[in-house]
């Protein structure tokens, strides 16, 4: 068996040493043990007559799944780091999950979202269980901000500031639910939507957490979720999670998550935007407000004899809320030195730095009193120090920037490059890292995704899906499309879009670029169509998706959060169209500032930087079209650049071998083949 071979040879004779070694019997027997189980479990695992086919009914073996499997298997025995791409309908999870079980190591899973973290653990790791007969230990573990807390529960319950009739109807089901729920996690309870800003009153934050000083630790649900996660064998994250505890490591403040051997990272094609994030320092106008709200209910609970203290916290308030007024209305992302050029808004910035200062004297003053204000006063301290790293000038690492919301802003840091700390971060986990996702390549190399995180000498292999793309799919381009930087581009493409929604009788996915281009396209076929539009924001993403796929023939207009981790099997769509190259905007002041470095150091910032990227995406666009083996669909993309620059060519090296067509005529048929059948 060639991977025993090589197994066994590069474990008992590595190829960099020509060294002669003297090996045990007991040493070529374990090899051989635990090579010969690994690999032909592995393949009997996945066999058609083998485990998995015993739980899951229909269950068909994947060439490209059991290679994929035995890759990883190799990379753990190995030790190597792997990047390993796999195509829509590989059945990844399954072919990352079995080796890293099997392996008998300490294995730590990141998946992108809370949302796949939750199928993850709840559907797929219950399905090997069953299959397996090796035991093992699973836990999940979410961010702090998933958790009931009930001691904020219970300030909230006993505050003085009062809540509206919703809010405290809100918080009386949250109570209830705090008397029978074992894990404390926000998405077990129905009745209150994870997106309710009242969970903020019963979940706590890095900054207003007690720690082992809270009145109830010992029945905390975090504490007990990381108890979990410390004694397990599998350890389901996400990205946000583990960059977090990344950067708290780098602050020299103990860990969240365990120590691992194996670490895999799903949905790798996002991490490094997640990491940045993480590695960078933001303030925000809402983590003032709830210092501020926080000390308020503190102040009246236990320090009413120190009036200046709610003087400061209600005269925060005010300074938060007249520097978002300096920034103006509209609402944006911006370069620092839109702030330093307004002298308003620098004012603003001088103003809030005082008034925090000044309220984290007063709370120094009454945190003597109770844990509760002394933990305000060290946010304080911590929020004081967070603006002034900020506001401090820039040494040419860091991309200084902001964003304005409707009633808040945020003002941040971001590292200009994460590959060297991040390539540090693996270096002092010495474990084997697996980084896997559908779309990690460009016209077939890893140099874009293996660059931006430092992996250097990472392995590479990739898997392409096993769906007949050629005879379950059109891509359709048609010809006469306006520019891009035409002023009535969507105007315009919308008439080329309303046949194609008419052959496919909806059921489309209408997925673009920007917000504005979205709300011009929703007013359109309002007037234009009659099938129903379901419009990203007018309802949260997951009541969205269901309508979709009941609606049987609804057009969905999406942006950027629809263009990944959306899963539609069945005729429901049928059709996604695409307005135009998914390129990031020029305007993005963290994106200009690493294009404008790029440039500075003579490399080609488009095609080094934004033409990978915008590939990468244009590729998780088009995996929302085939989800199954029985899936049949057209892709239309409206962007003339595809043929007409010579870097479309790229584009069209990356995309599944699908039909290709500039005729509405052969979509018809499409649609037509598709109703005979």
């Not at 919301?405 to 986990?429: C, G, N, W, Y």
């Not at 930087?609 to 989800?627: F, W």
Request: hydrophobic fraction near 40%.
């Amino acid at each position: 068996m060639r991977l025993f071979s090589r197994l066994a040879l590069d474990c008992l004779f590595p190829t960099q040493s020509t060294a002669y070694f003297l090996v045990s019997v007991e040493q070529i027997s374990f090899v051989i043990k635990t090579v010969n189980m690994t690999a032909r479990s592995i393949e009997s695992f996945f066999s058609n007559d083998g485990p998995l086919a015993e739980v899951i009914k229909g269950y068909l073996p994947r060439a490209a799944q059991v290679e994929m499997a035995l890759a990883i298997a190799d990379a753990i025995v190995r030790q190597r780091h792997l990047m390993a791409e796999a195509g829509t309908g590989t059945g990844k999870t399954f072919a990352y999950l079995v080796p890293a079980i099997m392996s008998g190591k300490k294995v730590i899973v990141s998946t992108g979202t809370k949302n796949l973290q939750d199928q993850l653990f709840n559907n797929d790791i219950p399905v090997i269980r069953k299959a397996l007969t090796v035991p093992f230990q699973a836990a999940l573990l979410k961010g702090r901000s998933n958790y009931l807390c009930t001691y904020r529960l219970e300030n909230a319950l006993h505050s003085t500031q009062g809540f509206s009739r919703e809010e405290a109807a809100a918080l009386t089901k949250i109570k209830a639910w705090s008397k029978r729920t074992r894990s404390g996690d926000t998405a077990d309870m129905p009745e209150v939507a994870e997106t309710d800003p009242v969970w903020f009153q019963a979940t706590s934050t890095a900054d207003n957490c007690l720690g082992q000083d809270c009145p109830v630790y010992d029945d905390c649900f975090l504490v007990k979720a990381r108890k979990k996660a410390q004694d397990s064998d599998v350890l389901v994250v996400n990205h946000h999670l583990l960059c977090a505890d990344w950067s708290i490591r780098e602050t020299g403040f103990g860990e969240l998550l365990p120590d691992a051997e194996v670490v895999i990272i799903d949905e790798a094609h996002q991490l490094a935007d997640t990491a940045s994030n993480f590695l960078g320092v933001s303030l925000g106008a809402r983590q003032l407000n709830d210092l501020a709200k926080d000390a308020l209910v503190e102040y009246f609970k236990d320090a009413t004899d120190i009036p200046e203290l709610r003087t400061a916290c209600e005269d925060l308030e005010h300074e938060v809320k007249d520097l978002r007024l300096a920034f103006g209305i509209e609402l944006k992302k911006g370069e620092w030195r839109e702030i330093e050029s307004n002298p308003k808004i620098c004012a603003g910035l001088d103003a809030l730095k005082e008034q925090l200062q000044r309220l984290t004297a007063q709370l120094k003053i009454a945190s003597v009193k109770t844990k509760g204000l002394e933990s305000c006063y060290k946010r304080a301290e911590d929020l004081a120090q967070q603006l002034a790293v900020i506001l401090a000038a820039n040494d040419g690492k860091w991309i200084r920037w902001y964003e304005t919301h409707k009633k808040t802003f945020t003002l941040s840091r971001t590292p200009l490059d994460i590959a060297a700390e991040f390539r540090a971060f693996m270096q002092q986990h010495r474990a084997t890292w697996i980084f896997t996702s559908a779309t990690l390549s460009v016209a077939n190399k890893f140099d874009h995704f293996s660059r931006g995180l430092g992996l250097g000498e990472a392995d590479s292999q990739s898997w392409d899906s096993p769906f007949d793309y050629a005879s379950q799919s059109l891509f359709y381009h048609p010809k006469g499309l306006p520019q891009p930087a035409a002023a009535d581009f969507t105007e315009s493409i919308i008439e080329f879009v309303l046949p194609v929604l008419e052959a496919s009788q909806g059921r489309a996915f209408f997925l673009f670029t920007s917000h504005r281009a979205l709300k011009l396209a929703e007013t359109l076929l309002k007037q234009k169509t009659g099938y129903p539009l379901l419009v990203q924001g007018s309802r949260p993403k997951a009541l969205l998706l269901e309508q979709f796929k009941q609606a049987g023939n609804a057009v969905l207009l999406g942006t950027s959060s629809f263009w990944e981790g959306v899963d539609v099997r069945g005729e429901a769509l049928s059709c996604v169209i695409i307005d135009k190259l998914p390129f990031a905007s020029p305007g993005d002041p963290v994106l200009k500032a690493r294009l404008d470095a790029m440039r500075q150091q003579g490399r080609n910032a488009f095609f080094e930087y934004q033409l990978p990227g915008a590939v990468i995406a244009l590729r998780q666009g088009i995996g929302r079209l085939i989800r199954d083996i029985n899936d049949r669909g057209v892709l239309m993309v409206c962007d003339p650049r595809l043929l007409k620059r010579s870097y479309g060519q790229m584009f069209l090296d990356s995309v599944p071998s699908m039909q290709r067509s500039r005729d509405i005529a052969d979509v018809q048929a499409f649609f037509k083949q598709e109703r005979k059948s």
